[in-house]
Structures are given as structure tokens and as C-alpha cells.
């Protein structure tokens, strides 16, 4: 009967939203694919005009080579490459020259450099001789000079690389996907624990499913505001408002100011600790006192007072890492425990809740303190690696839970 309602409601649910976080991967791939070097594309109304400004730069040290300059358009589109005097004259007048640079109607493509750029745009060089470099600043303006009400449909692009915006998608993909993996193995958890409560009012292990269910929320919950918050800062340029922000200036220090975001984000990231090493304790050690938990939920609080006490943010912080390290050891070292005395199924669930919880973390510390050397491929294997953590803890906790010998 267990199993029963299990498989019925709970996957559905579990389905359910999993579909509409993959919909959002989808539609924020489509929308990563038009940023940077990738490209720019949308629409612009009737008499209306789109610009971006560009700052195309080469090395001086070796051999020039060309990158492609591409516009698509469906319907006739002025194409204006001006100067900073230029734009400045565009803005404050909202007049553009009268003959167009470029008129595009289907596709369009020129191979830049610096000097083809100053020669045939007048654009002057910039030289950086310290630093084998040198560059043109532009602003690329497109119109809808139409002479019928027409919307036109752009997409330019400079130095397009099809294979670095494949791995950019791709890695826009497996980033909410591993979101994804985290709100799903969460609702099973807690659907699952849930589920044994009907049948066994007291129950050992569905206190630890639901233990383990609310640190991978609260797990979810962090990744997903924490990704979201890379997104809109993105959109709105870093000028977006921070909530309660209190500045510092510390330095070699991982975190400049504090503000309403990075309390809930270090507090999330601390519930999550707290859920599962609670559990761990009492209900895997059957301690009497939690005194780890104790520890975790102590660094917990410490976090909002930072808004009353501002000085105590370098000692929050620190405190909350130091009973992060030692809630992750204890853990470890219970299922490595566990592991090693155990047999059968028994042990392999214990090596597998012991990487599922491991894994997710390790990649949590990999993105905030390893520097990425390897652009977008780096992001595929750290949020794959946390999948596969995601996967291992929902096979120890769920599909292998119910295997003794």
C-alpha cells in the first residue's frame, strides 16, 4: 500500500515540476544564446532603433585575423557604424546621418579588423603598446526606416564561434536541470516520508527521509535564487537595487557587502546543513544531545543579526564556515562509519547518501572558490558531477531503501 501511493501521486507531482523547470531551461538557453560575443538579436518597431555599443580590439604581438561581421534581417534595416561624437549627436538630437552605412534587407557580412574598421568607418585606434593591443570603441545603431509599418526582425553577430555558443546552451541546459534534479529528489523525499507516516506513526526512517528531504529543499532553494540572482544582475547591468546593503571593505575577503539576498542565501545554505546533520545525529547516531545541530543552528541566527550589529559579519561568516566544515565531517564520517561495519545493500546505500550528500556540496565550494579555467565546459562538469550526486542520494534513500541483504 505504501509502494502503491507512491507511485501514483508522488511522481506525478514530481513530473509536474520538473516540466516547468525544464521549460524555464529551455527559455533561459534561448535567451543566453543572444548575449555576448554570440550575438544580439530581437525586433524593432516602426521607426524605432536598436544600438549596442562595441569595443572590437586585436592583438598586436602576431598575425591579424579577421572576424566576421553578420546581420540578418526580414525586412529592409538602416545600419549606422558612428563614433562616439556620432552617438553623442544621435542621442542628444535623436537625428541619424542621412545615407545609412549598411542597408540590409535578407543577410549581410564584412570581415573586421581595427584597420578595416578605421579606413572604412573613420573610427580612430586606440593603441595599448604596453599590452600588444590596440582597438576601436562603436556604436552599431540598426533602424526601421521603413516607409510602411513593418517590425523588423534582427540578429547581428561578431566573431561568431557556433561551438562556444553550443557549450554556452548547453551549460545553460544542465545548470536548471541540476536545479531541477534538486526540487524533484526533494518532493520525493518528503512525498516518500509522508507516505510511510500514514502506515507507521513512529517512524525512524521517515524522520530521516524528511530530515533529508528539507536540506535538499533548502539546497534548491539557495542554487535557485543563487542562479537567479547571476541572471538579473546580468540583465540589469549590476545596477540593481540590494535591499538593506551594508558595504565593506575587507581585504581578501570573499564577500564585499551584505544585504537582504546574502543573509537568505547564507541562511538557506545553513538550513540545508542543519536539516541533514540534525538527522544524522539523532536519528543515525541516536544522540541525545545534537550538539553539532546545536552548533549549526547557533551560526544559523548569527547571520540576521549582522543587520543590527554590522561588525559581527566577518564573525558570521567565519563561524558559519567553521560549523559548515563540521557538520559536512560528521556526516562523512558517520556514513563512512556506517559503510565500513555494515554489508550488502546496507553498504552500498551508506556509500551512496554518503556521495549524494558530498558531491552537491563539493561543487557548491568548487563554484565559489576554484577560478574557472575553462569557460562553459567548466560549469557542464561541475553541475553534471552534482547530477550524478543528486541521482546517487535518490538511489541510497528511495529506489534501494527498501533492500536488506
Not at 381 to 387: A, C, G, L, R, Y
Request: a neutral charge; aromatic letters at 14%.
Amino acid at each position: 500500500m505504501e509502494s502503491g501511493s507512491f507511485s501514483t501521486r508522488g511522481p506525478r507531482t514530481a513530473l509536474l515540476v520538473s516540466s516547468v523547470l525544464l521549460a524555464c531551461s529551455f527559455l533561459a538557453g534561448s535567451a543566453a544564446a543572444r548575449l555576448g560575443d554570440n550575438g544580439s538579436s530581437g525586433n524593432i518597431a516602426w521607426q524605432q532603433q536598436w544600438h549596442e555599443f562595441i569595443d572590437f580590439g586585436e592583438s598586436t604581438s602576431g598575425s591579424v585575423q579577421p572576424r566576421q561581421f553578420y546581420v540578418h534581417t526580414n525586412a529592409s534595416t538602416a545600419v549606422y557604424v558612428l563614433n562616439a561624437t556620432g552617438f553623442a549627436d544621435y542621442i542628444t538630437s535623436s537625428s541619424l546621418p542621412a545615407i545609412p552605412d549598411i542597408v540590409v534587407n535578407g543577410e549581410f557580412e564584412e570581415q573586421w579588423t581595427v584597420s578595416f574598421l578605421n579606413i572604412t568607418y573613420g573610427l580612430p585606434i586606440v593603441d595599448e603598446p604596453v599590452n600588444n593591443y590596440r582597438h576601436v570603441e562603436l556604436y552599431l545603431v540598426l533602424a526601421n526606416e521603413n516607409p510602411v509599418n513593418t517590425t523588423v526582425q534582427f540578429l547581428v553577430r561578431i566573431g561568431y564561434a557556433p561551438h562556444g555558443m553550443f557549450l554556452a546552451d548547453l551549460s545553460v541546459f544542465i545548470k536548471f536541470l541540476a536545479v531541477a534534479s534538486f526540487a524533484i529528489v526533494s518532493i520525493m523525499l518528503l512525498w516518500k516520508s509522508r507516505s510511510i507516516r500514514l502506515h507507521e506513526e513512529k517512524s525512524k526512517r521517515a524522520d530521516t527521509l524528511r530530515g533529508f528531504g528539507l536540506g535538499y529543499f533548502f539546497g534548491f532553494l539557495a542554487f535557485f535564487l543563487g542562479e537567479f540572482r547571476v541572471y538579473w544582475e546580468s540583465e540589469t547591468g549590476g545596477f540593481s537595487q540590494r535591499l538593506f546593503e551594508i558595504r565593506y571593505d575587507v581585504v581578501n575577503f570573499p564577500i564585499d557587502y551584505f544585504d537582504l539576498f546574502i543573509c537568505t542565501l547564507l541562511m538557506l545554505g545553513s538550513l540545508t546543513f542543519l536539516a541533514m546533520t540534525y538527522i544524522v545525529e539523532k536519528k543515525v547516531k541516536s544522540r541525545r544531545v545534537p550538539v553539532v545541530s546545536i552548533n549549526q543552528l547557533i551560526a544559523t541566527g548569527l547571520i540576521p543579526l549582522v543587520f543590527a550589529i554590522p561588525p559581527l559579519f566577518i564573525f558570521s561568516i567565519v563561524y558559519l564556515t567553521v560549523a559548515v566544515a563540521i557538520a559536512a565531517a560528521q556526516i562523512v564520517f558517520v556514513y563512512v562509519q556506517l559503510a565500513a561495519k555494515s554489508a550488502g545493500w546496507l553498504r552500498w546505500r551508506s556509500i551512496l547518501i554518503l556521495l549524494g550528500i558530498m558531491l552537491p556540496v563539493s561543487c557548491f565550494v568548487i563554484r565559489l572558490f576554484v577560478q574557472n579555467p575553462l569557460g562553459s565546459i567548466f560549469y557542464i562538469v561541475v553541475d553534471s558531477i552534482d547530477m550524478l550526486g543528486i541521482y546517487l542520494f535518490y538511489l541510497g534513500n528511495i529506489k534501494y531503501a527498501d533492500r536488506q541483504t
